[in-house]
């Protein structure tokens, strides 16, 4: 169930220095970690389930904003992107104006907090900045195969063809090994969402025996309250099904050795590189699609109007666009 951490750490990294810019924290939260599309919603519903586990979901505004090595936005302009962004405005949160940026973040994390339960927040990008606000953190790290990711982000309108919406998958890995250099063995869990998926009670009590909690049947109990199914073993390797050969092919090609290191099977049509007249081909596609997505999504007035506004209008002009496109994406929230 879980993967061998032993083995897939590298021994001869070298572990990068992280200036701590805050002090330690008692009861580090736990993030789970992992793409989109990765299964983390319906983990997360589970998670939230168990009596000593709180999870509020998405939590990625925390480290938008954060630079890769570290930097720290200014305050006030973390404030005013803050205002506009639709997972924070959901989360109903105070927002202390008077508070350092890395202060504002911490009383978030602590406003969310339940005084009896084990914090967890799912992060899907950026993993690797989490450190520089809480050095003492713990992770659920989800695995997907990333060919179903990348089938179920073109589902979403994110990317046009599986040979780009791949890339979502490959930007999360690259950021979680770059995060998985500076942790402890105890602070990090990896567990496959295909297992859980064959064996919840198994892939469940290996999260709660990491998290030092007892099992409990509740976490089963999500779909009384929530719009979402029991697990799905069908979802399980969707794109053996689903992937033309020439598909599986090219993104076999460009996830490289990665997919047989994880423990994933190539598939019977092996891997390949396109050419460079068929990737560009794939890049307008996915442009393409992108824009039509959007325009079907949005309407042709604000889209252009968005387009416009993030170029050379002003900042209440930008805000007031990204607060109708928030209100639409609501609409499409399951």
């Not at 999870?55 to 936005?73: A, Q, S, V, Y």
């Not at 406003?111 to 989490?130: C, E, P």
């Not at 998985?180 to 859980?196: A, G, T």
């Not at 109007?305 to 900042?315: A, H, K």
Request: charged share 20%; with cysteine.
């Amino acid at each position: 169930m879980r993967i061998d951490r032993e083995s897939r750490t590298d021994a001869t990294a070298v572990t990068p220095e992280i200036p701590l810019m805050s002090n330690h924290i008692a009861n580090p939260p736990v993030f789970l970690v992992g793409p989109v599309r990765s299964g983390s919603t319906f983990l997360r519903l589970m998670l939230n389930s168990h009596p000593k586990i709180i999870n509020p979901g998405e939590c990625d505004f925390l480290f938008d904003k954060i630079g890769d090595h570290g930097e720290l936005p200014d305050t006030a302009t973390y404030i005013e992107w803050l205002l506009t962004n639709r997972i924070f405005q959901a989360k109903r949160l105070n927002l202390d104006k008077s508070l350092t940026c890395t202060d504002l973040i911490q009383s978030f994390v602590t406003q969310m907090r339940s005084a009896d339960a084990v914090l967890s927040m799912n992060v899907h990008r950026h993993f690797h900045r989490i450190p520089y606000v809480f050095p003492d953190a713990r992770y659920i790290h989800l695995l997907r195969d990333p060919r179903d990711v990348a089938r179920s982000c073109v589902g979403m309108g994110w990317a046009g063809n599986v040979y780009h919406g791949v890339d979502i998958w490959i930007d999360a890995e690259q950021s979680w090994h770059q995060l998985r250099k500076v942790l402890s063995l105890n602070q990090f869990l990896e567990i496959k969402y295909e297992d859980i998926v064959n064996d919840i009670e198994a892939g469940l009590g290996a999260i709660c025996k990491f998290l030092s909690l007892p099992y409990s049947d509740l976490m089963l109990s999500y779909t009384s309250n929530s719009t979402y199914t029991p697990p799905d073993k069908s979802l399980c390797y969707q794109w053996k099904k689903k992937y033309t050969p020439r598909e599986l092919q090219i993104v076999n090609g460009k996830l490289g050795a990665q997919l047989v290191q994880l423990g994933y099977e190539l598939g019977e049509h092996g891997a390949a590189i396109p050419s460079p007249w068929e990737r560009l081909c794939l890049f307008l596609q996915n442009k393409k699609f992108r824009v039509i997505h959007q325009i079907r999504r949005y309407g042709i007035r604000l889209y252009i109007e968005s387009l416009i506004s993030s170029r050379i209008g002003s900042s209440h002009w930008k805000v007031a666009c990204q607060r109708k496109r928030n209100e639409i994406d609501i609409a499409y929230l399951k």
